[in-house]
């Protein structure tokens, strides 16, 4: 089943009308949508929805009224019409080449997850600089030298690249992969790229989100049940 934040350029026309915080909750309401469907359940509110993603069901019946999704009262929304709008609308069901830029820990980690593949992000090659992982397969996928992807990328039908690169290294890797032709840059690093304004870049970085956790535990109250 095609269906998980993934965030590239390629949502249909009706999306780029959706206001953005809309599209980031989207996704959220697909996963949770997608395994209720798993275990036939038919139907579903926007109050279970919220219950199931922590979005406020206001919002939820907002933005499933934004897709003209509509619900049937005291029966709630079809599943599968959720499944299948969402799924389309968030180009899920497209697939997407993309090539992995630095197939160090996380690169390699990133090639290894099927999971990305059901969400129509499918990475066929893979680039370094480091001769020990050039030639390798790295769970099916070839890793190639980096100085080849311009001559590569074009017969391997690639729009997106996954950058995993050191952060010194991020600027340069974009540079590279814009050049060869790289429509968007789905950038792993905590540097910020910049390339032209007609290239998608989505940033997603661990750092950020580990910091956010660190700061939100240091700011508890106090457990006084601590020994």
């Known amino acids: 089943m095609n269906h998980s934040d ?3 350029n390629t949502f249909s ?14 996704p959220w309401y697909l996963a949770y949508v997608a395994m209720i469907h798993d275990k036939g359940v038919e139907s579903v509110s926007s109050t279970d929805i919220s219950r199931g993603t922590g979005i406020d069901s206001s919002l939820v019946a907002k933005d499933l009224s934004l897709l003209h999704i509509k619900g049937r009262p005291r029966v709630g929304y079809d599943v599968r019409d959720i499944l299948t709008e969402l799924s389309k609308l968030l ?41 020990k992982i050039i030639g390798r397969c790295i769970a099916g996928v070839p890793v190639f030298d980096m100085s080849t992807l311009a001559e590569r990328r074009k017969h391997l039908n690639a729009e997106i690249a996954v950058i ?6 991020a600027q340069d890797a974009a540079d590279i992969a814009v050049a060869a032709g790289i429509k968007a840059l789905w950038n792993f690093t905590p540097f910020r790229i ?5 290239i998608v870049i989505q940033n997603t970085s661990i750092y950020s989100h580990l910091a ?10 106090y457990n006084s049940n601590k020994q």
């Not at 026309?13 to 989207?26: C, N, V």
């Not at 995993?164 to 290294?169: I, K, M, N, S, T």
């Not at 956790?213 to 109250?221: I, K």
Request: a positive charge; proline letters at 9%; hydrophobic letters at 40%.
């Open 6 to 8: 993934p965030t590239d």
């Open 13 to 26: 026309s009706k999306a780029t009308f959706l206001p953005e915080p809309t599209i980031k909750r989207l």
């Open 91 to 131: 180009g899920f069901t497209r697939v997407h080449n993309a090539v992995m830029i630095g197939v160090g820990q996380l690169g390699a980690a990133l090639l290894s997850d099927s999971g990305l593949s059901s969400y129509g992000l499918n990475i066929v090659a893979g680039f370094d600089v480091n001769p």
């Open 164 to 169: 995993a690169v050191p952060v010194d290294r």
């Open 194 to 198: 910049r390339t032209r304004p007609d």
């Open 212 to 221: 956010v956790m660190y700061n939100r535990l240091a700011s508890r109250p």
